[in-house]
């Protein structure tokens, strides 16, 4: 069974900048599968946010648009975690943010409780 816990989220201005991060818990090993941030904003679908995937040589990473440039995936694969640094905020990033994993198939059916980012002035 696998477990996901998000934290780090708050309140912070707009251009300020956050960093959350995820810790994967799981019985047994889990290699180093893609993982990914997602967010929910109010009255809208979860939508990805990026993602970061072992090549067999280093990482690779993938942002949608609206954060591209401005927020950073990574991972610490002997601490089974991952942050995402936000930076340059703006207030359409206030959201409940999640992380997950990849199966292989797609991404997981296990979430997190999420963490709240509310960027307001």
């Known amino acids: 069974q696998v477990q996901l816990e998000e934290s780090g989220g708050g309140l912070v201005q707009p251009g300020g900048s956050l960093r959350l991060s995820c810790v994967v818990s799981s019985e047994r090993s889990l290699g180093r599968p893609a993982m990914g941030w997602f967010r929910r904003a109010p009255g809208k679908d979860r939508e990805i946010v990026g993602s970061?995937?072992?090549?067999?040589?280093?990482?690779?990473?993938f942002y949608v648009d609206s954060v591209k440039g401005r927020f950073t995936i990574s991972r610490d694969t002997a601490e089974n975690t991952m942050s995402l640094q936000m930076n340059n905020m703006k207030p359409e990033d206030t959201a409940v943010y999640y992380c997950?994993?990849?199966?292989?198939?797609?991404?997981?059916?296990?979430w997190g409780p999420g963490t709240q980012v509310t960027v307001s002035s």
């Open positions: 970061i995937t072992w090549t067999g040589t280093g990482f690779s990473t």
């Open positions: 997950n994993i990849h199966t292989g198939r797609g991404w997981g059916n296990v």
